[in-house]
């Protein structure tokens, strides 16, 4: 076996007593260390590892390599505008310049912090041709970047060596080095991102009025070069404090000549594209040794996944894996996490957790937040001419402080009122005043301006009424409804629980599953797309792994979950709750009682601007199935629910809506209800006709569709069998009779339609 030694020429620059800068002259690696010998370890391990996995090295094509520093004046200049200010006075560079001779038999000159190189024959023409060379550059650079590097200290040159086996690989040609970040550049991205990639967000991402925070990060990255959680809850300003301090250190390095780097990644990335055992791992110490040489800081955005991602446990997960990584100084990292995440951080791998230095976002006191909102309201107005009436901050501040109680200023304030800028701008409005700001708060949450507004009051007969048109026969349950509403509005509801949570209880078909319904639109169905009424068949979650599907497990998010997260302004309808297992009441018992909902691994979702309704049939039995209010049924249904459910369940409950039986006047009213909806459907809406009905057709219909079993619940399936399909029929027989009215008879067993 033939072994030979390899040696690539080394710059390096001693920045400060435990900082060296070291270049592999030819390429564009750079690593910094605290001493030499670690920048020639780091350098050389990562070339042979290069070697061993491609069977290939850097090309460097010179001989005897020696350094040269020639200084070269230049005048600094300014553009403005396009125009270029020439001063009088000159900075003097001492411009580095390495020199050898080619295998070909010329010349050649690097200049490493220029990043440039020329050829040339002849040794006397040297000390000009750098000179000129030099120049023609420099006189490009920006004055702040000549005074940076006339400050440079002075470079030396020293070189390492990796040993090769020249018959392992006929074919052995070197690498290039514009490949030098494959494995970095696909799984993360660079930020502060290239101004091609950058977002077009009109607004900021301003650390307003943290500055000390800001601050606190910079130092303990750049000087004590520690890894750095910030904490903080949501909207508390994390992710701008931590961007404004990785925008500085950038930009700061970029001026000093020893560029810092972020590289941004989730950490599903690592293992989304990996197919063999041990993969995962080779591929992130590739991604450390990139880091290394980019002297980057990797920014992971959701952590907590670091410990479920790649093997079966948290033991063989990545953020094992890289604990040694950390702890040697090899790999740096930065993240945000909640304080609920950082205790489930700590529980479940301590000695990754260990590895951090914490910085802490303190809350904002109220007169801070209205500085921050003051802030971004002058900035929008001086950038995009949109300005807001002195009312709306406060507003603005009054209604998110009491229906966002779950996140943080300043973040909320900045993210609504930017949806009120979006907003302004498409409807081409230059200025933003109370009405604006209702509307769309209102359709960002649902909830109806009533609530919004202390100065309008809730008309008590009205609300009745509203209730009363879509309830048919339950008069207790709808006096309770109306309560709930009038606690919201007069804000008594607790803050720290689901805004109400119910449990409808009576029997099948008399209208829980309709007054879920009502409450649903009457509280938020003013602006969401989707509707607001989550209902979710408890029958379907028998077993006790069925209690993932709901709540979710490991990465899998359950579906309540998934539906609260995507509409946290809603009715939350667990229909028949008496038919889950038993562990899906020990899981709902702290959303019952605190409104939250935390998984393993710290993930919070919020059911606080939730209105949870349970409904049962328990206690109905044989006499309670006919359609009679009596006393003795309701306590007939009380004594089964506190039967079946436990104590603690049942205490977590704000009250429960007794549902009675229905009569026959009860089902005819549902049926007159129904009919008129059926003129909302689409087929006949569009074309304006409006139906009228006999007084025959509608006895047909409430005697074909009550049950004393079911209660109304036959009477859909009679009207879609008697009217829907006939009707149906008939409109696609004849022509469409646009904005007239039809006359539907039942006739000798029949629907018969006349055009009237």
């Given at each position: 076996?033939?072994?030979?030694?390899?040696?690539?020429?080394?710059?390096?620059?001693?920045?400060?007593?435990d900082?060296?800068?070291g270049?592999?002259?030819?390429?564009?690696?750079?690593?910094?260390?605290?001493?030499?010998?670690k920048?020639?370890?780091?350098?050389?391990?990562?070339?042979?590892?290069?070697?061993?996995?491609?069977?290939?090295?850097?090309?460097?094509?010179?001989?005897?390599?020696?350094?040269?520093?020639v200084?070269?004046?230049?005048?600094?200049?300014?553009?403005?505008n396009?125009?270029a200010?020439?001063?009088?006075?000159q900075?003097?560079?001492?411009?580095?310049?390495v020199?050898?001779?080619?295998?070909?038999g010329?010349?050649?000159?690097?200049?490493?912090?220029?990043?440039?190189?020329?050829?040339?024959?002849?040794?006397?023409?040297?000390?000009?041709?750098?000179?000129?060379?030099?120049?023609?550059?420099?006189?490009?650079?920006?004055?702040?970047v000549?005074?940076?590097m006339?400050?440079?200290?002075?470079?030396?040159?020293?070189?390492?060596?990796?040993?090769?086996n020249?018959?392992?690989?006929?074919?052995?040609?070197?690498?290039?080095?514009?490949?030098?970040?494959?494995?970095?550049?696909?799984?993360a991205?660079p930020?502060?991102?290239?101004?091609?990639?950058?977002?077009r967000?009109?607004?900021?991402?301003?650390?307003?009025?943290?500055?000390?925070?800001?601050?606190?990060?910079?130092?303990?990255?750049?000087?004590?070069?520690?890894?750095?959680?910030v904490?903080?809850?949501?909207?508390?300003?994390k992710?701008?404090?931590?961007?404004?301090?990785?925008?500085?250190?950038?930009?700061?390095?970029?001026?000093?000549?020893?560029?810092?780097?972020?590289?941004?990644?989730?950490?599903?990335r690592?293992?989304?594209?990996?197919?063999?055992?041990?993969?995962?791992?080779?591929?992130?110490?590739?991604?450390?040794?990139?880091?290394?040489?980019?002297?980057?800081?990797?920014?992971?955005?959701?952590i907590?996944?670091l410990?479920?991602?790649?093997?079966?446990?948290?033991?063989?997960?990545?953020?094992?894996?890289?604990?040694?990584?950390?702890?040697?100084?090899?790999?740096?990292?930065?993240?945000?996490?909640?304080p609920?995440?950082?205790?489930?951080?700590?529980?479940?791998?301590?000695?990754f957790?260990?590895?951090?230095?914490?910085?802490?976002?303190?809350?904002?006191?109220?007169?801070?937040?209205?500085?921050?909102?003051?802030?971004?309201?002058t900035y929008t107005?001086?950038?995009?001419?949109?300005?807001?009436?002195?009312?709306?901050?406060?507003?603005?501040?009054?209604?998110?402080?009491?229906?966002?109680?779950?996140?943080?200023?300043?973040?909320?304030?900045?993210?609504?009122?930017?949806?009120?800028?979006?907003?302004a701008?498409?409807?081409?409005?230059?200025?933003?005043?109370?009405?604006?700001a209702?509307?769309?708060?209102?359709?960002?949450?649902?909830?109806?301006?009533?609530?919004?507004?202390?100065?309008?009051?809730?008309?008590?007969?009205?609300?009745?009424?509203?209730?009363?048109?879509r309830?048919?026969?339950?008069?207790?349950?709808?006096?309770?409804l109306?309560?709930?509403v009038?606690?919201?509005k007069?804000g008594?509801?607790n803050?720290?629980?689901p805004i109400?949570?119910?449990?409808f209880?009576?029997?099948?078909?008399?209208?829980?599953t309709?007054?879920?319904?009502?409450?649903?639109e009457?509280?938020f169905?003013?602006?969401?797309v989707k509707?607001?009424?989550?209902?979710?068949?408890?029958?379907?979650?028998?077993v006790?792994?069925?209690?993932?599907?709901?709540?979710?497990?490991?990465?899998?998010v359950?579906?309540v979950?998934?539906?609260?997260?995507e509409?946290?302004?809603?009715?939350?309808?667990l229909?028949?709750?008496?038919?889950a297992?038993?562990?899906?009441?020990?899981?709902?018992l702290?959303?019952?009682?605190?409104?939250?909902?935390?998984?393993?691994?710290?993930?919070?979702?919020?059911?606080?601007?939730?209105?949870?309704?349970?409904?049962?049939?328990?206690?109905?039995?044989?006499?309670?199935?006919?359609?009679?209010?009596?006393t003795?049924s309701?306590?007939q249904?009380?004594?089964?629910?506190?039967?079946?459910?436990?104590?603690e369940?049942?205490?977590?409950?704000?009250?429960m809506?007794?549902?009675?039986?229905?009569?026959?006047a009860?089902?005819?009213?549902?049926?007159?209800?129904?009919l008129?909806?059926?003129?909302?459907?689409?087929?006949?809406?569009?074309?304006?006709i409006?139906l009228?009905?006999?007084?025959?057709?509608?006895?047909h219909?409430?005697?074909?569709?009550?049950?004393?079993?079911?209660?109304?619940?036959?009477?859909?399936?009679?009207?879609e069998?008697?009217?829907?399909?006939?009707?149906?029929?008939?409109l696609?027989?004849n022509?469409?009779?646009e904005?007239?009215?039809?006359?539907?008879?039942?006739?000798k067993g029949?629907?018969?339609?006349?055009?009237?």
């Amino acid at each position: 076996m033939a072994i030979e030694n390899i040696s690539f020429p080394l710059l390096y620059f001693q920045l400060s007593d435990d900082a060296v800068l070291g270049m592999l002259l030819g390429t564009r690696y750079q690593v910094v260390e605290h001493d030499l010998r670690k920048v020639k370890k780091s350098l050389s391990e990562y070339l042979t590892k290069q070697y061993k996995k491609t069977g290939s090295s850097p090309e460097m094509e010179i001989q005897e390599a020696q350094l040269r520093i020639v200084r070269v004046k230049v005048p600094p200049t300014y553009r403005v505008n396009g125009k270029a200010f020439q001063m009088t006075s000159q900075v003097e560079i001492p411009v580095t310049a390495v020199v050898g001779k080619s295998f070909q038999g010329y010349y050649e000159c690097y200049f490493p912090l220029l990043q440039e190189e020329f050829v040339f024959y002849e040794q006397q023409e040297l000390q000009h041709l750098i000179r000129s060379f030099a120049t023609n550059i420099l006189y490009s650079f920006p004055p702040e970047v000549l005074y940076q590097m006339a400050r440079m200290p002075r470079p030396q040159l020293d070189e390492i060596e990796i040993r090769i086996n020249t018959e392992r690989d006929t074919s052995w040609k070197p690498f290039q080095f514009e490949q030098r970040s494959a494995t970095l550049e696909r799984l993360a991205e660079p930020f502060p991102p290239p101004r091609s990639a950058r977002s077009r967000n009109a607004f900021p991402e301003a650390a307003w009025e943290m500055e000390g925070s800001v601050q606190q990060i910079i130092d303990k990255l750049t000087h004590q070069r520690a890894n750095i959680l910030v904490v903080g809850p949501s909207g508390s300003g994390k992710s701008a404090v931590l961007k404004q301090a990785m925008r500085r250190i950038h930009t700061e390095s970029k001026r000093n000549q020893r560029t810092r780097t972020f590289w941004r990644i989730m950490a599903q990335r690592i293992t989304a594209t990996t197919k063999y055992l041990g993969e995962w791992q080779e591929m992130v110490e590739d991604l450390i040794q990139e880091l290394k040489w980019s002297n980057g800081i990797l920014w992971v955005e959701d952590i907590l996944q670091l410990l479920t991602t790649g093997g079966y446990g948290v033991e063989d997960s990545v953020a094992a894996f890289i604990q040694s990584y950390i702890r040697q100084g090899d790999l740096q990292l930065v993240a945000e996490v909640s304080p609920v995440q950082l205790d489930r951080l700590r529980q479940l791998l301590p000695g990754f957790a260990e590895l951090f230095q914490i910085v802490e976002i303190a809350p904002m006191d109220d007169n801070t937040v209205m500085g921050v909102l003051k802030k971004f309201a002058t900035y929008t107005q001086q950038t995009q001419e949109i300005s807001f009436s002195r009312e709306v901050l406060h507003l603005s501040f009054r209604l998110l402080k009491r229906y966002y109680p779950y996140e943080q200023f300043p973040g909320k304030g900045i993210k609504f009122l930017a949806q009120c800028v979006n907003e302004a701008r498409i409807n081409e409005q230059k200025k933003i005043g109370k009405k604006e700001a209702l509307l769309q708060f209102s359709r960002q949450t649902g909830l109806p301006e009533v609530f919004l507004r202390d100065d309008l009051l809730l008309d008590q007969q009205e609300l009745f009424q509203y209730f009363r048109d879509r309830i048919i026969g339950q008069e207790e349950a709808i006096g309770q409804l109306c309560n709930i509403v009038k606690i919201y509005k007069a804000g008594l509801n607790n803050p720290a629980k689901p805004i109400t949570t119910l449990l409808f209880a009576g029997p099948t078909g008399v209208g829980k599953t309709a007054s879920a319904q009502a409450l649903a639109e009457y509280f938020f169905g003013k602006g969401q797309v989707k509707r607001p009424l989550v209902r979710v068949d408890m029958s379907e979650f028998q077993v006790p792994g069925d209690l993932s599907r709901l709540i979710g497990e490991g990465n899998e998010v359950g579906q309540v979950v998934k539906e609260i997260r995507e509409r946290p302004f809603s009715v939350l309808l667990l229909d028949e709750v008496e038919k889950a297992h038993p562990s899906v009441y020990d899981a709902l018992l702290t959303v019952l009682d605190e409104g939250l909902m935390v998984d393993a691994f710290g993930r919070v979702t919020d059911f606080r601007n939730t209105i949870i309704i349970l409904t049962t049939n328990l206690g109905q039995s044989q006499k309670s199935i006919g359609f009679v209010n009596t006393t003795s049924s309701e306590r007939q249904f009380t004594a089964a629910i506190e039967k079946f459910f436990r104590p603690e369940f049942v205490n977590r409950i704000d009250q429960m809506v007794l549902f009675h039986g229905l009569g026959k006047a009860h089902i005819q009213l549902i049926a007159e209800k129904e009919l008129r909806e059926l003129e909302q459907r689409e087929g006949i809406a569009k074309y304006g006709i409006r139906l009228k009905y006999s007084p025959l057709l509608l006895d047909h219909l409430v005697q074909v569709g009550f049950d004393e079993r079911y209660g109304a619940r036959p009477l859909q399936r009679a009207l879609e069998e008697n009217i829907v399909y006939p009707l149906s029929g008939w409109l696609v027989k004849n022509p469409i009779p646009e904005r007239q009215t039809l006359f539907l008879d039942f006739v000798k067993g029949s629907l018969k339609i006349s055009i009237s």
